[in-house]
């Protein structure tokens, strides 16, 4: 098989006149991290990985293993279709190996390989798909809107239609399957949604499509970003998350007798996102400013909360439509798209999957009045979110889960590095500290 | 609305084992790969027909099955490849029969493994493209992995191309995607049933609009190759 798979690249990167190969893998705080190799060369890389130094990748670097083995992943070449057709660019994602040639329990892929075989033995396949938002503005330094749509506009001020119908090009010829792409909310803002496959697929999905957004911006002289909350005031940026879990042809959330269409499974699996929600937060919203996202009156979820309807809710369950039962899904509001895919992936199902295990219950649904109270700031008696990444870390540190998912090494290193970048937010003087205390204090 | 599908015979396997291996999984598992399947006893393979691949199974009479390869190898004009298929507590003493098979797998062995050996060993004896699959516009050469719809290469992923093969050998018949994802996945896959409805749909996409409709969803069952376009 393996053999079968190799000779297969050989023979494609030849025809399609291929001549660098692109070793792509993600850091710990899900950055894409690549390097070339010349077509001369893949054989080799193939059978053998292709060495890089670890020290400079975050995450990565141990002072007794800077030499890491990365070995690309036959199934997921595929050209470019940015790079020329001829003497042209292809990809392929890559394993993560030791210079002993293990797996390293720094690669965020092979934790959620890890993730998806503990799914498998407890019978299931789980199937996820995200809705991606992020904006389009004038460049790295400069937050201007570069239109004035909104939601679901299609009109001539909509100059990003281009721009929409370019990536969608490339994210076909890379095989990523894509549902829906509209405008979002806000102005510049816009939201694709990644059709489901498997939770790898879906990781390596969004690697690649953060990937062609900025190039497609960068072509057509915007710059796309994907920070969680880049201009205040209005909607943020999430990663809303939809997951399934199949037993064989059976999805196994269903039961049609259910108020809310939702087995036994179903709830036990929301029970278990929304008892360890707290612990997940600082994986599925990494950043300092993930959390200027989480605050009230802009559809973000800022309590553990769960509803059919209510778009602040934590967890929604979408409406299942008659004769669609494959399509009954829990949608997880909190991910943000700057996040790292595989590891939020794996905390999500880590997550609903005590659930099931555990059996837990169910709390009853909440009111749609979650987020008026909260903006009033009336108590909602019903747990927040961690409010900030330093809150976060402090549950998360508590978690047997997430240690467990994320295996020691990995664990300690996301902290370490996520204190260090408290460190320096909490010594910053803002604008608005030097607005509102240097003219009264 | 089904053209027939344009192909050669397919090609014969020859099984030969100590017992009667005709009701075996091996057996049914050539079938489902596209093999004629022709069983004889070890000692009996002299009398075999002209068969494109051997396939031996050792199944604890390793020197059995090595005798029998002697004598396929006896007839100095037959260069038959010969696989065996081994079982785990005959692999100590694999190493003295050195020579008398070409490649081997053990048991328990991926279906998608056993095929891309017996494809590798075809082609290395030789014979001239024996089994390009043409259906419509669509042709496909399993030995360079080139797809093409009316000359027009398709840019597939490893996944695609054996989805598509595998469909395009077995035209105008529908399959469950139970049966696609053993055939071309294999078992060890976690990424379930749903895996397939992906995968067809980024085929479709490559195929084209024309030629998408190549492909048929009956709904509830599966998908299936047609010659049309």
Known sequence: MVEAEREFVLNAAEERDIRFVQLWFTDVLGQLKAFAIPVEELPEALTEGASFDGSSIDGFARAHEADMIAMPVPRTFQSLPWRPERAGVARMFCDVLTSEGEPFEGDPRLVLKRTMERVRDLGFTAYVGHEVDFFLLAGPDDPTPVDSGSYFDLTPLDSANDFRRGALIYLEALGIPVKDSHHEDAASQHGVDLRHADALTIADSLMSFRLVVKEVAREQGHYATFMPKPIEGVQGSGLHTHVSLFEGERNAFFDPTDEYHLSKTGRSFMAGLLLHAREITAITNQWVNSYKRLVPGFEAPTHVSWGARNRSALVRVPLTKRGKESSCRLEYRAPDPACNPYLTLSAILAAGMAGVRGEYDLPPEMGPDVAADAKAGRDVGLPALPESLPEALAAMRESELVRGVLGDHLFEWFIANKVAEWSEHKAHVSRLEIERYLPRL | ?229
């Open chain 2, 1 to 229: 609305m089904i053209a027939p599908p344009q192909r050669s015979e397919p090609p014969l396997v020859l099984v030969g084992a100590e017992r009667d291996v005709a009701a075996s999984a091996l057996h049914a598992d050539l079938r489902s790969l596209g093999y004629q399947v022709a069983s004889l006893p070890f000692d009996r393979v002299g009398e075999r027909p002209a068969a494109s691949v051997a396939v031996l199974a050792t199944e604890g009479a390793i020197v059995a099955c090595a005798r029998a390869s002697e004598e396929i190898r006896s007839s100095p004009e037959d260069t038959v490849p010969i696989l065996w298929v081994v079982d785990p507590p005959d692999l100590g003493t694999l190493e003295r029969h050195n020579g008398l098979f070409d490649d081997f797998v053990r048991l328990p062995y991926a279906t998608p493994e056993l095929d891309a050996r017996l494809r590798r060993l075809r082609r290395d004896a030789g014979g001239a493209d024996p089994e390009v699959v043409r259906i419509g516009r669509l042709e496909m050469d399993p030995a360079s992995y080139r797809a093409t719809v009316e000359g027009r290469p398709l840019k597939l992923t490893y996944m695609e191309y054996e989805l598509l093969r595998y469909l395009a050998s077995r035209p105008g018949r529908i399959h469950t995607r139970e049966a696609i994802l053993r055939g071309v996945w294999g078992y060890d896959y976690y990424g379930g049933m749903r895996t397939v409805d992906v995968h067809i749909r980024r085929l479709r996409a490559k195929l084209g609009q024309e030629h998408a409709r190549m492909i048929e969803t009956v709904r509830g069952v599966g998908y299936g190759l047609l010659g049309l376009g």
